[in-house]
T-cell receptor, first 109, second 117 residues
Framework: GNSVTQMEGPVTLSEEAFLTINCTYT??????LFWYVQYPGEGLQLLLK?????DKGSNKGFEATYRKETTSFHLEKGSVQVSDSAVYFC????????FGAGTRLTVKP | GAVVSQHPSRVICKSGTSVKIECRSL??????MFWYRQFPKQSLMLMAT?????????EQGVEKDKFLINHASLTLSTLTVTSAHPEDSSFYIC?????????????FGPGTRLLVL
């Protein structure tokens, strides 16, 4: 079945550091891939998505590219801010989604 | 924008009682909603797919008689945890499928934290 393996945290970075959170997947067919973010005390919010191979999703300075050859969808940001502190979830599917374990990111000033 | 609400946001109940959690799509109609469960510091696990006007589809290992789902209208799905036990304590999150023209996405509710004593 479909599944997602996500880099476990927690991850602690200084402000303006480069961020990478790894995500690999196993899937039948070609599902869409997503990154969701959960800020403290809030619900999940869609951060970005890609619907087919080689698509790049981007939002708020975050990027991820759907790599079919490596079955990966790594999340990157060139310069993180304190406000990016949250838990990030990689997910795949169309509607009945499968989530990774989540990676807690803390950005220190 | 589209919003999904959940009520209550937090509930504490005694073991053996039943608890109902509501999930509402506030400004759009959702024929399909989803219920997830999230354990502390863990990922979301899909429990069931709720379809308006028909029976819910449960994931393997989820007891349908324990987690009753009713999708009575296009804007409301309810999850009832029957005869709750401490091991049912968790964070329950719903989501609703949004479709408008070519736009298809899924919006998540803020979650309901259940503590069973």
């Amino acid at each position: 079945g479909n599944s997602v393996t996500q880099m476990e945290g927690p991850v602690t970075l200084s402000e303006e550091a480069f961020l990478t959170i790894n995500c690999t997947y196993t899937a039948t067919g070609y599902p869409s891939l997503f990154w969701y973010v959960q800020y403290p005390g809030e619900g999940l919010q869609l951060l970005l998505k890609a619907t087919k191979a080689d698509d790049k999703g981007s939002n708020k300075g975050f990027e991820a590219t759907y790599r079919k050859e490596t079955t990966s969808f790594h999340l990157e940001k060139g310069s993180v801010q304190v406000s990016d502190s949250a838990v990030y979830f990689c997910a795949l599917g169309i509607w009945d989604m499968r989530f990774g374990a989540g990676t807690r990111l803390t950005v220190k000033p | 924008g589209a919003v999904v609400s959940q009520h209550p946001s937090r509930v504490i109940c005694k073991s053996g009682t039943s608890v109902k959690i509501e999930c509402r799509s506030l400004d759009f109609q959702a024929t399909t909603m989803f219920w997830y469960r999230q354990f502390p510091k863990q990922s979301l696990m899909l429990m069931a797919t709720s379809n308006e006007g028909s029976k819910a589809t449960y994931e393997q290992g989820v007891e349908k008689d324990k987690f009753l789902i009713n999708h009575a209208s296009l804007t409301l799905s309810t999850l009832t945890v029957t005869s709750a036990h401490p091991e049912d304590s968790s964070f329950y999150i719903c989501s609703a499928r949004f479709e408008r023209g070519e736009i298809e996405t899924q919006y998540f509710g803020p979650g309901t934290r259940l503590l069973v004593l």
